[in-house]
RNA sequence: CGGGCUGUGGCGCAGUUUGGUAGCGCGCUUCGUUCGGGACGAAGAGGUCCCGGGUUCAAGUCCCGGCAGCCCGACCA
């Protein structure tokens, strides 16, 4: 199956340590900043060549053909066709799509001796549309998915966590072709299934998570999370049902606006010089960081001109500006910056409440509808007010849910109290309907003869970042632990011949058993150097192979070799002359 | 893009304050002793001290200018 398949680049079933390309780091490097990092570097898998780019050394290769190698046999089950696209493009497919702008200097960009613009592909929507669209042009040709598992290169703003925010990256590309969104629809659940099953298999714990919404609107799109305290990407899961979602995504069960009279002294002014800021009006007056009203100033491109807008959440709570701008779509929303407020001194930074009447549109989260009044600005520097009442001392004009969730949170479906985690993105579905088709030109003929743009999934996977997942999982004090699906040999077997007379009869009884091991079909990574029994057992847990074989002087006399799992740390004895066997049992 | 830190042998670091011809640990080579959890001794190899310019009799060290790397931040009033 997926072991030593004709496109494992470590078809080599075996390696001797004393000629295996590594050399394994006793000290740690001094820029590895996980502990995932840390040890692909000591353990000689990966080696840095520039900031954001690793070389990958035989034992790295291996890893990373395994995943590979699941990748390819769950997509093919799918029904999927790999491929392989350039990775050197054209700038000019970029234009046609706007991509080239959209990118920016994210985008690694290069020219060629006629001065033609060129880019080591990020990504690769452009390119396969327009391969579809000159191959394709009926219904009867769709729906098919295509695949790649090829090189991409991003000039990340800063590179980090070794090869988990790395410039160039190994990544499994896929895009389908269909003639509708059902068709469509279906094909992403069935890639979506995939997906799960190649995590699962890399002995990743993961899950997926709703993302948030492209900025055309209307594309669903799912992310799959390796659950990871260095993950950078927070997401919103419910323990009772299977809601989860990012962060940027994430819902809560509306709560109810308290939508009455509330019984409030006349809103009043009060000094607080010196003091912009939630926190520090909190502790000026005595009281909680929820009783302050928040107010986020926004600038909105409407169709005659800028207007400006507020956002309301209580002082405790963060806006999601995601879902501030789903709220305000199609118009763009920004944040006024330092500049903006610094062009316009009405605005007092830190000391701003809603009743100000430079706002145009006044947008509040449901919890503002509070049977209290609120400490929030006075719009005037070193003020703030009291008892400020909805309806009374100022208007909102919609009701939305605006702030960003939180543990705790009520469960959009369910209602339970949701959990925060973070999670590093190892995968991302997205039906991403048209937005390539319609301007390269991606079209077909339906049955009745009219043209109609294809509509398209995209479906990612970072190959090269799930090994650095699965090792940021999978790892103890002495070092790496590979699930059995990834370990790039099965067994380690190290010989300790030891002193004197029997030396040469345990070093030839570890020679047979390697070469027996090698005929019944077991990948193993045989220590015959001569080096002490510590460096040996050192370098095995730092390498991290399922299973320990150890040969011995004393087993030897007794006819056992010794084996250790090195997930558990257990030991038992094998008898010598039965190995293969026993360790398939 | 802003702030901070750092560039010295393969890796980890000292030396820079106070200029004087480069050192430690690990790793590597050779020999000997050792041999079940990173052994010991002895002898060695290996360095454009990030790059360029300047000051000086003399620059790893001082000055100027670059480059690279790492960390933090880059909207929450």
């Known amino acids: 199956m997926g072991r030593g398949g004709a496109r494992d680049a470590g078809s080599l079933r075996l390696m001797r340590m004393s000629a295996l390309f590594l050399r394994t780091l006793r000290d740690d490097p001094a820029d590895a900043d996980t502990d995932g990092h840390r040890l692909l570097l000591r353990a000689g898998l990966i080696r840095r060549v520039a900031s954001g780019v690793y070389a990958w050394l035989p034992l790295g290769r291996r890893v990373l053909s395994r995943v590979e190698q699941i990748v390819r046999e769950e997509m093919d089950a799918t029904g999927a066709q790999e491929l392989t696209l350039p990775i050197l493009q054209p700038l000019d497919l970029w234009a046609r799509s706007g991509r080239d702008a959209a990118y920016g200097p994210l985008m690694f960009r290069l020219h060629d001796r006629k001065e033609a613009g060129f880019c080591l592909s990020p990504t690769a929507e452009e390119v396969i549309t327009t391969l579809v669209a000159s191959e394709y042009s009926s219904y009867r040709d769709l729906p098919v998915t295509l695949y790649q598992i090829n090189w991409k290169y991003r000039d990340e703003l800063r590179p980090r966590f070794g090869l988990l925010r790395s410039r160039e990256f190994l990544m499994k590309d896929a895009y389908s072709f269909h003639a509708d969104a059902e068709d469509l ?21 993961w899950r997926a998570v709703e993302a948030q919404a492209g900025e055309m609107g209307g594309d669903t799109s799912q992310e799959f999370m390796a659950v990871a305290a260095v993950g950078e990407d927070d997401f919103v899961w419910c323990p009772s049902c299977d809601y989860a979602a ?35 009006v909190s502790e000026h007056l005595g009281v909680p960081e929820s009783a302050l009203l928040k107010c986020i100033v926004v600038a909105i491109d409407g ?15 963060e806006v999601n500006e995601f879902a501030l701008a789903r709220a305000l779509a199609p118009h763009a929303v920004r944040l006024l910056d330092d500049d903006d407020f610094a062009a316009r001194p009405e605005l007092p930074r830190g000391y701003l409440g809603p009743h100000h009447p430079a706002f145009d549109v006044v947008l509040a989260d449901p919890t503002v509808d509070a049977d209290h009044g609120w400490v929030t600005g006075a719009n005037e520097a070193d003020r703030h007010v009291r008892d400020a009442v909805v309806s009374r001392d100022f208007q909102v004009d919609q009701w939305v849910d605006l702030v960003s969730v939180a543990p705790g949170d009520p469960c959009p479906r369910c209602g339970s109290a949701l959990a925060v985690d973070r999670g590093i993105e190892v995968g991302h579905v997205f039906q991403i309907g048209t937005k390539y088709s319609e301007p390269l030109d991606a079209r077909y003929q339906d049955d009745a003869g009219d043209q109609h743009p294809m509509v398209m999934g995209c479906y990612g996977i970072g190959v090269s970042r799930i090994v650095a997942a699965v090792v940021e999982e999978h ?32 070093r030839a009884a570890a020679e047979q058993l390697y070469d027996t ?37 004393k087993g030897f006399a007794r006819g056992i070799v010794e084996r250790r799992r090195r997930a558990t740390g257990v030991d038992d004895e094998l008898p010598l002359d039965g190995v293969p066997a026993a360790l398939r049992a």
Not at 187 to 195: G, K, R
Not at 248 to 264: C, N, Q
Not at 305 to 317: E, F, I, M, Q, S
Not at 528 to 550: E, I, N
């Open 185 to 205: 629809q279906r094909t992403y659940e069935e890639l979506s299934d995939a997906y799960g099953r190649i995590f699962t298999r890399c002995g990743l714990t």
């Open 246 to 280: 990012n962060v940027e995504a994430a819902k809560r069960r509306s709560p109810d606006r308290h939508d009455g009279t509330v019984d409030a002294p006349a809103m009043t002014v009060i000094d607080t010089p010196g003091l912009p800021g939630i926190a520090a």
């Open 303 to 317: 169709d005659d001109g800028p207007r400006l807008g507020a956002a309301l959440v209580p002082g405790d709570r």
């Open 475 to 506: 790892h103890d004090d002495g070092g790496l632990v590979w699930p059995a699906a990834l370990a790039p040999y099965g067994v380690h077997l190290v010989v300790l011949p030891g002193r004197g007379e029997s030396g040469e009869a345990v």
């Open 517 to 553: 091991l090698q005929r019944a079909g077991i990948e193993v990574l045989y220590d015959d150097r001569d080096a002490s029994p510590g460096v040996k057992f050192a370098d095995a847990d730092l390498l991290g192979l399922p299973v320990r074989l150890t040969l011995g002087a």
